[in-house]
């Protein structure tokens, strides 16, 4: 691996983080602040503009530049000007307004919000209520899943970085879909987040005594991320897909556990049976994800625990076929913040600007 | 409610716990010593013996009755002496060995152990991996369900109390499955249980620095309470009724939370059939749970959370019918050591000496 | 004990709580809902008016006065005429304007707030900032600690409930200052608060993820309630007493650790004299506590636990006399909505209407 | 800062973690495998021997050393030739007799646990109940805190570790004594920890449903960690040095908040007199801390929050003078598994073998 011409202070590329002050954007500082090749030399938020990185999140209080940086009041063509990748960590609706100018401007976008993840503009005032606000941009964002589509990312200066129930779906039925393993029909996908995945919203029901000691569903039945999940998976399979998708908020600050309920496409009834299709599924999975860094199939008995991933850029992966229901069940964990959000988004920005794809996230 | 029977001491019904030092023990006593018709005459515990309840458990050193009775050694023997109802809070296999003996005595048993949950002893050993102790009670016994059994309960001496995930699970499903408002195949449960229905074993799997922060799904594909779920669905639905189980652990300390994926058995294509079938499942659960005092209905758009049972008797149930898949969501949420075991042992026993239902309880 | 005068429907004190959508205020609907001897006429809530308890409180759901009884604006003089007692459950300065013309109009009240628990009104301002609302009140208001001031409560018709951290820090410390048995200087008392003691209020700070896997200090050094608490240490030393006091936040819904360093007056040098220390302290306690319902006195190795106290109106207390440095060490435990607020405040309106004190809270 | 002379793979010393699978080894493990200079070459673990670092901490899972290598059975004759730096992650008693040969051999040794932290064989007894197995190693060994003891710990092969406690209350005191700020006498610490502190033992008291919703005091009053912070501080001050030291058990994974009570060796009774002492307070951490990489002091009004360390080598602090008692108060909060543990372990490796003092710290 090649790292060497990134290797010297200043070929580093400018960075930006736009709405930093929230959680994402936290977890986006931390990450960019401890990467190799960029400088972080912006970063914006309303409330916060005037006070410093270490001010506003005192853990980066000892790192030389979070003690220098001061928030601004986002500001595109100040913004376009200073830095070469943007990072657009806003609510869904307000990404998009930056986008436009920054994108103009020359500057490669990474957007960690909904407003480029969908191809199509009526699902996204389907789902998210209002008109899209610039969709002539759709068609030129790129979805931001590395594992499943590095070689557009590599070429584009729109990245739409998922969203961390979509990752936690997508990465373990996107191989089966396309291998044909598994019906694109009857998909249940059963979730639970931690609090963080709300976001730093002074609401009451996120408050520490409404969530500790308490697990509860919401968003029942027809989340949002719902379009950009079916849209994802519909191109896989080549079929317009539909699946029953279920969150839950947890006591935990981070993490994600999916379980996903499939339908193989052949049925088993016996061991045989059963061993011949594991032996696809397994061959499928190793086939996709082996040589990922940031994805770990998990061996023998071993199942997936967000502790185990925890801070980290990695979703973890294990599945089981079940005799007894025919069924395939495929579980997966991941932090929200990393994988699920800031993580995956600097792995899209190495991979525009050909650093390492690792760099950064180790 | 003529309740003036009960309410002089010397009529009050003495009660033992065998196996009180468990989590399930220890919210067994907590009610047994508040409710207003038995007395606790009686505590067992291999490693407590000799020990005071209020020595092994500070929380009820207020309470004179704890602070005067010992645990001691099991001995059936003795018990049966001393007691007109035994809780056995033992673990499978152990109960049925007390059960017995109780019995011939004359003692109404209680069992909170899987020993007496299933009609079928084979059905035990391909579950629990040893042939049952005592087959010959496997017809005697009730499966101890009020809302669901009430009329058996009333007139047995042998209550098998329900684990907490079937019980999550069966109160929500029996009623559509009686009514034929959902088909009997096909049905998945994921389920999240707190940290006590691990039971206060001392393994390094329940640490808190191994659960805390963490959600993880476990005994997968094929978990014991299987045997009892299915054996129970398949009564209600009149065929062989096999379902998909997902349990995962969550960092709470009480509560279980499920969520139900069933497939309606007449299909909706549209709103009015969806208002249709919306209204025969609504008057179905009314039609069971409206007078259940420990099942509520939830209302609009509230969902279950296991902060609103913690520490109480109460199911709480909500539904929804998703136009999307067609499928019907129904999600509960109960507090596994009350609903979940002690408080639905205490139940039953109410049932059983005639007691008002609720008492102690409320 | 002679209950039956307060047995009958028809004898019912009626209450009403002002200001009930707090968690204090929700703590007081759970314990009055339940209390044998009053009816619960009336609630208040700016936010919640027009919604029932059941909805505002779906853990109250089960209960039919919670589904029947709507929220209302808050309306002294409309409360007067409806209820026998009233709780305030509202923030300091905000009380005083309703306690006015509810003790015009008869009522009995008893405040939850800080505005009647000092007797001086320059005391008050120097701490809440802000002039006193109705100083002349504060003569006549008596500080709701039945353990140390039970004959005043009684007689009395305008209770100061006291606060969580000072009921934490009184009980262990007055009865040691009224025998002469520690000096009134020095004293050091290092609280542990769980995060319900912050109220229901939709901050940033008191989010699940800024409290959960955090401890922190907070309102050091001057602490609003040191204004109350030295106070009645000063009335109970009869000297002016100036204690150190930290809190701090820990990730808990509920409960109160407080650790407390003491300088016994009379010094030991060896195990003897620590013995004869240790035997007058043990007798000072007992004769303090050892009849009292709601202060238990832990024997042996045993130190407080928050959770023994949770859902209950019970405060631990345990000490040790440290030869190493010669101090006297006191630890309590309670919790803090119950004995630290709305237990404690029921149990002084117990006190007030001759009610057997326990009423309501076992 | 050259660092070019470690910077080649074939210079990387090697290192071996002895007792790799307690919360402190993982710890450790997890450091080292990150750490540029260093390769992890053995790990030991009776109970994990033949298991890959992988399959014992999944959380490594993606990295290839992870994957590789194994745990052995510890066996200091076959460490001694694979490594140049040896970690004991083992109990108190057990890690002196690695000590012994792995210094004949010429390792370094840096030792976590207890046994080598004293100077005085007598103090190792009377507070760790049995005979030091290596007496005459004391006087060989630094006390492992660089920010106190660099330069000695530069010139050292055998390294004693400090404990998480005292870590917390060193830094904040020692400064202070050793200015002649602070007396020596009457120094009070009053710690919170997280539950990792335990280790990863199979106790009762530490499952998660005994830690979780609770917080309690132990090991009061006579903490084994009293005997170092004592000997390091009368070290500091010049005079025997008795302190009252009280830990609490808090539900977190991590981290330690420490309040500490000092008294100013000069009372200050106003404002200027405050204003005086603070600029010296100030001074001092100043020139104590200012340039040290992994001490933080707050300003302004920040506290410390164990939230904003965990996961870092860095302990922050914060102090407060109150006029209205006299006393100074100093908090701090650090990881007990990182700054307390393992992290500070590395740090003194890094000096020792002259790294930069961060590397693989930050």
């Known amino acids: 691996?090649?790292?060497?011409?990134?290797?010297?202070?200043?070929?580093k590329k400018r960075v930006a983080v736009i709405g930093a002050s929230g959680y994402s954007g936290e977890e986006l500082v931390r990450i960019l602040l401890g990467h190799p090749h960029v400088e972080l030399v912006a970063v914006t938020s309303r409330q916060s503009a005037g006070q410093s990185l270490a001010q506003v999140f005192p853990r980066f209080g000892s790192h030389p530049v979070a003690r220098a940086l001061r928030f601004t009041e986002p500001d595109a063509a100040a913004l376009a000007g200073q830095a070469d990748v943007v990072f657009l960590a806003l609510p869904h609706g307000v990404a998009a307004e930056f986008a436009v100018p920054l994108l103009d401007?020359?500057?490669?976008?990474?957007?960690?919000?909904?407003?480029?993840?969908?191809?199509s503009a009526d699902?996204?005032?389907?789902?998210y209520g209002h008109e899209h606000p610039a969709p002539a941009l759709l068609a030129r964002a790129v979805y931001g899943l590395p594992e499943v589509h590095r070689a557009r990312i590599r070429g584009?200066?729109?990245?739409?970085?998922?969203?961390?129930?979509?990752?936690?779906?997508?990465?373990?039925v996107i191989p089966l879909l396309r291998a044909g393993l598994v019906r694109p029909t009857g998909i249940i996908a059963d979730s639970m987040s931690g609090v963080s995945?709300?976001?730093r919203k002074a609401e009451t029901d996120y408050l520490f005594c409404e969530c500790n000691e308490s697990v509860r569903p919401y968003g029942v039945p027809k989340h949002r991320h719902l379009?950009?999940?079916?849209?994802?998976?519909?191109?896989?399979?080549?079929?317009?897909?539909?699946?029953?998708?279920?969150?839950?908020?947890?006591?935990?600050?981070?993490?994600?556990?999916?379980?996903?309920?499939l339908a193989p496409s052949e049925a088993?009834?016996?061991?045989?049976?059963?061993?011949?299709?594991?032996?696809?599924?397994?061959?499928?999975?190793?086939?996709?994800?082996?040589?990922?860094?940031?994805?770990?199939?998990?061996?023998?008995?071993?199942?997936?625990?967000?502790?185990?991933v925890v801070g980290t850029n990695v979703l973890e992966l294990a599945w089981r076929l079940d005799a007894r229901t025919g069924r395939l069940l495929v579980m997966s964990a991941e932090d929200n913040l990393v994988k699920g959000a800031s993580g995956q988004a600097v792995q899209s920005m190495n991979v525009v600007l050909g650093f390492p794809e690792t760099a950064g996230l180790l």
Request: aromatic share 10%; proline share 6%; glycine share 8%.
């Open 156 to 172: 584009s200066r729109l990245v739409a970085s998922p969203g961390c129930y979509p990752t936690s779906i997508l990465l373990p």
């Open 1 to 11: 691996m090649a790292v060497g011409e990134f290797s010297f202070p200043d070929m």
């Open 268 to 308: 088993f009834s016996d061991a045989a049976g059963a061993a011949a299709l594991g032996a696809r599924i397994a061959a499928c999975y190793a086939a996709a994800y082996a040589d990922e860094p940031f994805v770990r199939l998990l061996e023998g008995k071993a199942l997936p625990d967000t502790k185990n």
């Open 227 to 261: 379009s950009e999940i079916e849209e994802q998976l519909s191109l896989a399979a080549g079929a317009t897909v539909t699946i029953q998708f279920t969150p839950h908020l947890i006591p935990v600050n981070r993490g994600i556990l999916t379980t996903l309920y």
């Open 197 to 199: 995945g709300a976001g």
């Open 123 to 127: 699902t996204y005032r389907e789902f």
């Open 105 to 119: 401007a020359g500057c490669t976008v990474v957007d960690l919000s909904a407003d480029f993840r969908l191809r």
